[in-house]
């Protein structure tokens, strides 16, 4: 079958050549999710037009925000983690039959486990919405409702994703996001004038796009000789694959919980701070996550089945390898970024969001949180790929103690904050947490002997201090002469006033930092531009 031809014991190519195809399946990825992330930004700017920062936008993101943590949770969380490694021991074994079994019985399962989840969730709605303190909250309770299935239709798309990536295809599970803006997007605006409001709208687009995004990624696991169908629930539950993946999952899901009820109590305290402040804070996370989303989980979701099958293997050279030119990788984007994002936030937030709807008010309350969301972009997105290296062990306890304690760290900073800096507050609080979680995963790290953190943290540290500086001076001209540019366009419409500021602004900050990492000779910049002169060489 095609899925054992590429992934058996084949013969295995050179370490130059590996490490190119991470960066190649890397840029393919990213491609993909930038797509999925400027439609989930479109998405976003649809509900700011549509409903701003009023008591019913907060309505729908909490609403969306219950399902999606235990999306988080069971789908990209506990199953990726525990079924990936699990599943590769399976292909390297190259046992078609019982590799089939394996998949059917994690997918009964998985489709049983989630069905108690919706109807608990669905059933426990009224009680959970009234610890947010909603203005909202019949409306809120409905669209909790309506939208929990969303997490059974999402977590069968996760699973099919697992599948494909651990065989190194990754196009299918990038276009499926893709269709879910699309449809929210469509549901909006054309479903609106039908419904009681424009958030039962988007609501149903989530779900028919959760559902499409499932059943798009079937069709390619069929196609690579991996069928998969329902058994019997108790053969399900006693397959040694199934039981491992138990074994993993459960310190996983603590270690997980800790860290998505960041925002489960970030959001209550949110909600009881005031209007608006729900809805600003997931504008703002919007933002920061589409930078994250296209970068750090696409070399997340690359890495980890290359992290597993080095572990697995024995081959921890390349595995120290691939972790490093991972963590500069998220160092060379994430870093200028920041800068970038703090000196114009304000022309992004109103160039994207303001309306009608999204007012003065709006935008101040979502600049306030962005401000302090954005500086832990960094830390987030190191986060995303130090963990799969535990877990590429099948070491999913340390990762665990870390979110607990990265949990505590920001209920405790958020609680303290929120009451006097409000969303602004809630943003540092989760920042801060990342940084701490950053720290204890890197500790943990390193208490493995067979990797080699201080080779590893020294260069990566060494390439974080040499962005920060690149960054600082390549920003510089866009504080200093920032707002003699915008005085030029004031009083002309959204798009010249905000955009042509911003994209004079990026272009120069962009030349000036590339210009910088040319003359140092910087590596991962030559590694970009060879690969893609490769591709251009490919294409022509």
Known sequence: ????????????????????????HGVSLSLLTLVSRILGLLREMAKAALMGTSALSDAFSVAFMIPNLFRRLFAEGSIAVAFIPTFKEYLLENDKEKTKDFLSCVLTFLTFFVSLAVCAGIIAAPLVIRLFGMEEYAETVLLTRLMFPFLAFISLAAFFQGILNSLRIFAPSGLAPILLNIITIASAYGLSPFTANPARAMAIGILTGGFLEAAIQFPFVMKHGLAVFFTGLKKAITNPGTKKILRLVGPTIVGMAAYQLNDLVSTALAGNAGEGIVSSLQYSLRLQELILGIFAVS?????????????????????????????????????????????????????????????EDSVALTLAAFRFHIPGLYFIALNRILAPAFYAQSNTKSPTLAGIISFASNIALAALLAGPFKGAGIAFALSAASVVNTILLIIFLGKNPRVNVGAALKPALGYFFKMIVFSALAVTPVFLFGGRLDALFAGKSRIIAQGVPLAVWALAFSAIGTALLFISGDKQLFSLLSLLRKKDRRTA
């Open 1 to 24: 079958m095609r899925a054992f031809d590429n992934t058996g014991k084949t013969e295995t190519p050179g370490r130059e050549s590996r490490a190119k195809a991470l960066v190649r």
């Open 299 to 359: 070399i997340g979701t690359v890495l980890l089945p290359d992290l597993a099958e080095h572990a697995k293997s024995g081959d921890w050279d390349i595995y120290n390898a691939r972790l490093i030119q991972a963590m500069n990788i998220i160092a060379l984007i994430t870093v200028p970024i920041t800068f970038f994002s703090l000196a114009r936030g304000e022309n992004l937030i109103r160039l994207l969001f303001k309306t009608q709807s999204f007012n």
